[in-house]
Structures are given as C-alpha cells and as structure tokens.
C-alpha cells in the first residue's frame, strides 16, 4: 500500500498495473507468472528469503490472474494446478 494516496497497486486482466483502493486477494511472482493464496506457505519462505518482493504483484480475484497469463501455485492451489496442468498437455 502507498501511504501518502491510500492505494494498492494491482495487475489487471491485462498485465499492467493499476492503482485501486482495495487491497489484492490473490498474490503471484511476476518473473515466474504464478499466482496463489496471500497466505501460500512456499511463497511466504521465498519472501522471508528476500529478493522475492520485488518480483511480487497482487490481483484482485483469481479470474484477474488467469487473464494475465499467471498458473496456479502447485503449492497452495493444488487442485486448480492440476486442471491447469492436464489442460496444458492434453491441449
């Protein structure tokens, strides 16, 4: 969050950065094009290891993330990277 405006920076459906006042719900490495849970175990490890917070963007829903061209966390969001991952080879 921006102190001096009260803002949040966001990705949008079409990877670019927008300001919104409501913080994100889903997180994701812009390097890697992952996203998962704000709570997500593996990416809070990468975070407390450093040099993760820079590559750090945040959505404001899950459909957001998939518009932008993020995969599921393997970690957090098993089930949704599983369907993603069938897709992409039976695809």
């Known amino acids: 969050m921006s102190e001096a405006t009260g803002?949040?920076?966001?990705l949008g459906a079409d990877g670019r950065p927008y300001r919104s006042t409501v913080e994100g719900r889903w997180g994701g490495h812009h390097g890697s094009k992952i996203y998962g849970r704000l709570d997500c175990p593996s990416a809070l490890r990468a975070v407390a290891r450093g040099g993760?917070?820079?590559?750090?963007?945040?959505f404001a829903d899950e459909a957001t993330a998939v518009a932008a061209g993020f995969r599921p966390c393997g970690a957090c969001c098993r089930d949704r990277y599983r369907k993603w991952k069938t897709a992409r080879e039976n695809g």
């Open 7 to 10: 803002t949040y920076t966001l």
């Open 52 to 58: 993760y917070a820079q590559h750090r963007v945040f």
